[in-house]
């Protein structure tokens, strides 16, 4: 393929001093009409061009109109053009004015400066945009050569993402992809062009679309739509063998652009997604802009996307902090790629150590916390009672003292749906730290919160990531019951309410998230199949393990007999519980439950548990099962 055309600026330059003088005098001309008065006016003429050769071009180059790529001129070099324009004819008129005082010429003409200034952004800018104009066509000289094979793109949404991927595939003929159409469910976009391509029908259409335009692969540009119409295309696509990708959801291109390199395959956080609800941006960046914010637990699942989402607000630092190296040193590089202004500083610390932990405080000395260190695992942690309670809730015990001591203005620990009337240690430990957050926001008056919602997807030892374990091994798949049902939330969608709900503390508040719909598991194994190209009891098998003793076939989120009030936020609740311990009692409790983990008793530990939270049934829980998830 042939190298794109390139006009080298120098000879831009060249161009433009023609066009400067070219200008001016087609302003006198029209002005006078080749009269006698433009021959009386030509001394003005004269200084006026020689004043605008020299100013003009130096304008230019200020603002940067010779450092550009006009072959991929828009909208935003137009308003450049203009910019630039203007201020050139306001210097040189300033300066003419100055000449004129001192008697250099006679007659001064302000319609001709007018005329001039029109003539300049019709010449400068015309001039720029022929040349994205010569690439374009090109490009379709390109495309249209015998040699190249393109595929033929349906587009699913003719919104702003899917305008833009149009665009990228048009500029970028090297993808070997030609859009073909649009399906959008706007009737009023029925039969529209946007960028040459036509919008041909509904969602409902895209199996005849498909036929009727030998579609090779169908794009979805929607990142607003929720999972039923997701599933609904992949479905169609599925039958009619027909590839498909998708742009990422509205969570996941917070703080992220739309554009072609986006695109990915439709995975199960797809199927699984929400209507996104109204965003409260001014909430979360009020609170983080300028600050420095220091994450716990940094190199985890929550912990690095509260990176990705906090990092857009430009705080002043960024502090990752976590016990693991490698899991540390891969965030901190994947933020320093997208954001290489902003400071960022690793700490390895173990959360348990108080004293190395006060030492990174008195350091680094955060403004705002984000406590997401925790072990998670629920049978791994029923197997490891006193490591759970030693990370979980000493870990919690010194985050929330350090937070204290340095006078952290905001602290939001990550909590969960477990901690709700607790069937295994890890909720319990949980419970216990979301009251050490809640009991020192009340005796300090620092706005200390917990944030607290159920599972989410593709997070490290969660049920997606087993089930496609079992299902690139040949399978089975494994399920307790057909009947367990999960919440599930997107790991992007989670962090972004955290960070909504951040913005609302004023502290000791429990917020709860809305996490939907309860999600059949048996439906997501057989989601996670289909996607894998293969058909659920032909392919792989599904095995039912049953349900353990205790077990339960669905999840609490909201406790019976709490109050949940509404918030600023519609997928955010706040819970109003005083059965939590406070004070003396939990101070006493944390220590006798520390003092049993250190010496191993995990029967005591259970058994205090079981009487300090309420609802616990610790000691009913049965002996865990490493593969299952809970």
């Known amino acids: 393929m042939k ?15 023609v066009l400067i003088v070219t200008a001016i005098l087609g302003a006198f001309a029209l002005r006078f009409e080749l009269g006698p008065l433009f021959f009386y006016y030509l001394p003005f003429a004269y200084w006026m061009i020689g004043v605008s050769l020299v100013l003009k071009p130096l304008i230019f180059y200020a603002f940067g109109m010779y450092r550009r790529m006009w072959v991929y001129a828009s909208i935003r070099e137009l308003r450049l053009v203009a910019s630039a324009v203007s201020t050139a004819s306001i210097l040189v008129t300033v300066v003419l004015l100055i000449f004129y005082s001192l008697k250099l010429f006679n007659g001064f003409v302000r ?19 022929l040349l994205r104009l010569i690439a374009e066509n090109f490009k379709s000289n390109n495309l249209s050569s015998p040699n190249l094979v393109n595929k033929r793109v349906l587009i699913i949404g003719a919104g702003d993402a899917g305008a ?63 999972g039923k ?29 739309v554009s072609i390199n986006r695109l990915r395959e439709v995975d199960i956080t797809d199927l699984l997604r929400r209507q996104p609800s109204h965003m409260k941006e001014e909430l979360v960046g009020y609170i983080l802009s300028g600050k420095k914010v220091m994450i716990t637990g940094a190199g985890g699942s929550i912990g690095r996307e509260l990176c990705r989402q906090i990092a857009r607000w430009s705080p002043s630092g960024l ?21 290489p202004s902003l400071p960022l500083t690793p700490v390895i610390v173990d959360v348990r150590e108080s004293n190395r932990l006060e030492a990174a405080f008195k350091k680094h000395q955060p403004e705002i916390v984000f406590h997401a260190a925790a072990h998670k695992h629920v049978p791994l942690m029923e197997m490891n009672i006193d490591e759970a309670v030693n990370n979980n809730v000493l870990g919690t015990r010194n985050v929330v003292d350090a937070c204290v001591k340095f006078n952290v203005e905001k602290l939001v620990m990550i909590s969960t749906d477990k901690a709700i009337r607790p069937a295994n240690i890890m909720g319990a430990t949980k419970r216990f730290s979301e009251m050490i957050v809640l009991d ?22 969660s049920v997606v990531p087993l ?9 089975p798949v494994t399920i307790t019951h057909p009947e367990m049902k999960r ?31 309860q999600v059949r598991i048996l439906d997501l194994a057989e989601d996670l199949i289909r996607l894998s190209g293969l058909e659920p009891g032909r392919d792989i098998e599904i095995a039912f393990t049953g349900i353990r003793p205790g077990e339960k076939l669905s999840e609490d989120l909201w406790e019976e007999g709490k109050k949940f009030n509404p918030t600023q936020h519609p997928d955010i609740f706040q819970l109003e519980d005083n059965t939590n311990l406070k004070g003396a009692e939990l101070k006493e409790t944390i220590n006798t439950l520390l003092s049993l983990s250190n010496k191993g008793d995990s029967v005591a530990i259970v058994k205090l548990a079981d009487k300090m939270i309420p609802g616990s049934s610790l000691a009913a829980t049965p002996p865990p099962d490493l593969t299952s998830i809970d």
């Open 319 to 339: 502090i990752l902090v976590g016990h693991g190296e490698n899991s540390i040193f891969e965030s901190l590089l994947e933020i320093q790629e997208t954001y």
């Open 164 to 226: 833009l991927v149009v665009r990228e595939l048009q500029k970028n003929p090297d993808l070997n992809l030609t859009a073909v159409g649009f399906l959008d469910d706007n009737n009023s976009k029925m039969g529209q062009q946007i960028h040459g391509v036509q919008v041909l029908g509904t969602v409902k259409d895209i199996g005849k679309v498909v036929e009727s335009k030998h579609v090779d692969e169908v794009i979805i540009a929607i990142p607003s739509a929720p």
């Open 440 to 461: 020192a926001a009340k005796t300090t008056g620092h706005a200390y919160s917990v944030v607290r919602f159920g599972n989410v997807l593709g997070s490290r030892g």
């Open 467 to 475: 089930f496609k374990h079992q299902i690139a091994r040949g399978g």
């Open 3 to 17: 190298s794109k055309p390139n006009i080298r600026n120098r000879y831009l330059v060249l161009v433009d001093l």
């Open 229 to 257: 119409v997701i599933r609904t295309i992949a479905d169609i696509c599925r039958l009619k063998g027909i590839p498909f990708r998708t742009m990422p959801g509205m969570y996941e291109l917070i703080g992220g652009k």
């Open 487 to 517: 919440y599930f939330m997107t790991i992007p969608e989670a962090v972004y309410l955290v960070l909504q709900a951040a913005g609302m503390a004023n502290g000791g508040e429990t917020f709860v998230l809305n996490m939907g719909q």
């Open 111 to 129: 319609s001709v400066l007018i005329i001039d200034w029109l003539l300049s952004i019709l010449f400068f800018g015309g001039v720029r945009f």
